[in-house]
């Protein structure tokens, strides 16, 4: 029997563009995280594990200045963004496949994939210092795999054309939308520096008498902080990755309730 996904007929919503401006694949990212998120959670966890040990091996060095320790750091990144890059599309094909969208995964398009990551990440860095806003730039590597993985494409190129293409033609709720994620991004920061500052100089202290001098000490320095930072990047970017889903259904909506309105208005009393 084919396998069946979670029910997620609670979560549906429906994509109005003259109504959501822009914010609906955010809330719908939420709900589903909340509601039937787990299995891409678990799917999440094992693509960025390797990324985190990477990731803090590589502050350690650059925090003791260790420059061989650096150099092997950098060579695990970038292994493990690789393996990233495969292990996110696995989780987009498994949100698209709950959302009720084909995805086409199997394992002879990790290699479509992998190249159209890095066109994204050549775009994003490349194209976002040179030619197109960084915004578009964001939003196109979000969208790189979920237009690979979409049947009916003419290959790589011609997928990631039409996710630029989409991105670029709705450029006010791409806005809307990197606002929505930046604003997220700087809560959930704050709340983790917040909920560290209570545990370590006010909870464990003051209610369990447990001597925190060394993780004050440690809190100070810099390694504690960009291994925060990078935490709360973690989350974010798992929010991410699951909302670019739903951002681009949304976009495509948009995209074809504007084609049929263009078509409604050529017929004879259309502009009325």
Same mark, same amino acid.
């Given at each position: 029997?084919?396998?069946?996904?979670?029910?997620?007929?609670s979560? $549906?919503?429906?994509l109005d563009?003259?109504?959501?401006? *822009?914010?609906?694949?955010?809330?719908?990212a939420?709900a589903?995280?909340?509601?039937?998120?787990?299995? /891409?959670?678990?799917r999440y966890? &094992?693509?960025? /594990?390797p990324?985190?040990a990477?990731?803090?091996?590589?502050?350690d +060095?650059?925090t +003791?200045?260790?420059r061989?320790?650096?150099?092997? /750091?950098?060579?695990?990144?970038v292994?493990?963004?690789?393996?990233?890059?495969?292990?996110?599309?696995?989780?987009?094909?498994?949100?698209?496949r709950?959302?009720?969208?084909?995805?086409?995964?199997r394992?002879?398009?990790? +290699?479509g994939? &992998?190249?159209?990551?890095?066109? +994204?990440?050549?775009?994003? &860095?490349?194209?976002?210092?040179?030619?197109?806003?960084?915004?578009?730039?964001?939003? #196109?590597?979000?969208f790189?795999?979920?237009?690979v993985?979409?049947?009916g494409?003419?290959?790589?190129l011609g997928?990631?054309?039409?996710?630029?293409k989409?991105?670029?033609?709705?450029?006010?709720?791409?806005?809307l939308?990197?606002v929505?994620?930046?604003?997220?991004f700087?809560?959930? $920061?704050?709340?983790?520096?917040?909920?560290?500052?209570?545990?370590?100089?006010l909870?464990?202290?003051?209610? #369990?008498?447990?001597? $925190? $001098?060394?993780?004050k000490?440690a809190?100070?320095g810099?390694a504690?902080?960009?291994?925060? &930072?990078?935490?709360?990047?973690?989350?974010?970017?798992l929010?991410?990755?699951?909302a670019?889903?739903f951002a681009?259904?949304d976009?495509?909506?948009?995209?074809?309730? *504007?084609?049929?309105?263009?078509?409604?208005?050529?017929?004879?009393?259309?502009?009325?």
């Amino acid at each position: 029997m084919p396998r069946r996904g979670p029910d997620v007929s609670s979560i $549906t919503a429906v994509l109005d563009p003259q109504t959501d401006r *822009g914010l609906a694949p955010a809330d719908l990212a939420s709900a589903y995280l909340r509601r039937a998120g787990g299995p /891409a959670v678990v799917r999440y966890l &094992v693509a960025v /594990a390797p990324l985190a040990a990477a990731a803090w091996v590589f502050i350690d +060095a650059v925090t +003791a200045q260790d420059r061989r320790a650096l150099g092997a /750091a950098s060579l695990m990144i970038v292994g493990a963004m690789l393996w990233r890059w495969v292990g996110l599309a696995w989780v987009q094909a498994r949100v698209m496949r709950d959302a009720g969208r084909p995805a086409r995964w199997r394992w002879g398009a990790v +290699a479509g994939v &992998v190249a159209s990551r890095l066109i +994204a990440h050549m775009v994003l &860095v490349w194209g976002g210092l040179l030619v197109l806003p960084a915004i578009v730039a964001f939003h #196109f590597s979000g969208f790189a795999a979920v237009g690979v993985l979409e049947p009916g494409r003419r290959g790589v190129l011609g997928a990631l054309g039409e996710m630029l293409k989409l991105v670029w033609s709705n450029l006010r709720a791409v806005w809307l939308s990197s606002v929505v994620l930046m604003v997220y991004f700087f809560l959930g $920061t704050l709340s983790l520096m917040l909920v560290q500052g209570m545990l370590i100089w006010l909870v464990l202290p003051s209610l #369990f008498g447990i001597d $925190t $001098t060394d993780l004050k000490l440690a809190a100070g320095g810099a390694a504690w902080w960009l291994s925060l &930072v990078f935490l709360a990047w973690l989350v974010f970017d798992l929010f991410w990755h699951v909302a670019a889903v739903f951002a681009v259904i949304d976009l495509q909506a948009r995209q074809t309730g *504007g084609d049929l309105l263009s078509r409604l208005r050529r017929l004879p009393g259309g502009g009325a």
